[in-house]
């Protein structure tokens, strides 16, 4: 997915535009808008077609493209986090229509992080676990390649991607079925993840987790014909102050 800074929507696809309710109610604070769109967005509103409230969604098929309107809710009970979510939800609406490039006005929002957001919304939009499905060759799932935004810092967006990558790869090891994801193949992806990206990577095999006095382990292991590992990731940055540890088990 790639961004680049918004000057003109109308070479795009569509554009998204994220409302709250009080925004409904002041068009003239949205910036980047067209006399045009400015006319369109009141008659919806006035009509009531669109208030924005909280997880509505409304499409709007237009001359030179389409017109996606999400809503917010009420401007106390936003934050980063439903901006995130309604960006991803979105996107993905978008994508799966078709659409190639989508422009996105974010500035009104006044939230730090739009950047960051907008590139985990971005990573996360496309993400779907297809691989035991039949694929015909003419089926394209998902065309959204490009995104112009009011709000574009590159290498926050590019944090973002990031941010969404490492939840994409958890999440399809997760959809796998059991039979095809053991202890000892997690091991190995662990292995595989430390050697690309540098990390310290330990495995316990049954008998260091013996020798560790590990009973615990040992005893929901003790239920399968794959034996358990223990899985230690470590990454140790320059410079860094404290420690965080991330704790999480999983049988087969």
């Known amino acids: 997915m790639q961004i680049k800074k918004l000057e003109n929507f109308q070479s795009s696809d569509s ?30 509103i006035s009509r009531k077609d669109f208030k924005g409230k909280k997880g509505s969604l409304l499409r ?12 917010l809710g009420k401007t106390e009970k936003c934050n980063i986090k439903l901006i995130r979510n309604s960006l991803a939800w ?20 006044n939230y730090d992080e739009l950047s960051f957001a907008l590139g985990e919304a971005a990573g996360l939009c496309s993400y779907v676990f297809d691989a035991y499905k039949t694929k015909d060759k003419d089926y394209e799932p998902f065309a959204l390649t490009e995104i112009y935004s009011d709000v574009c810092e590159p290498e926050d967006f590019g944090r973002g991607i990031i941010f969404a990558n490492s939840q994409n790869f ?13 202890p000892q193949v997690m091991a190995e992806k662990a292995e595989a993840l430390a050697k690309e990206y540098n990390l310290t990577c330990e495995i316990w095999d049954e008998n ?6 590990m009973g615990g382990i040992l005893a929901v292991g003790s239920g399968s014909k794959n034996p358990p590992r223990l ?18 088990s999983t049988g087969a």
Do not use: M, Q
Not at 170 to 182: D, K, L, Q, T
Not at 208 to 213: C, D, I, M, Q, S
């Open 15 to 44: 554009l998204l535009l994220l409302l709250r309710e009080e925004d409904c109610e002041n068009l003239s604070s949205i910036p980047n808008l067209n006399d045009e769109l400015r006319n369109i967005l009141s008659a919806l």
């Open 60 to 71: 709007v098929t237009l001359i030179e493209g389409n017109l996606y309107l999400l809503g």
């Open 90 to 109: 979105g996107l993905r609406t978008i994508g799966k229509s078709r659409n190639k490039s989508a422009s996105v006005i974010l500035s009104h929002l």
């Open 170 to 182: 958890s999440r399809s090891i997760a959809n796998e079925p059991g039979c095809s994801v053991w």
């Open 208 to 213: 260091r987790l013996k020798a560790e006095r």
């Open 231 to 248: 899985i230690h990731l470590a990454y140790t940055p320059a410079n860094s102050k404290k420690k965080i540890a991330f704790v999480g």
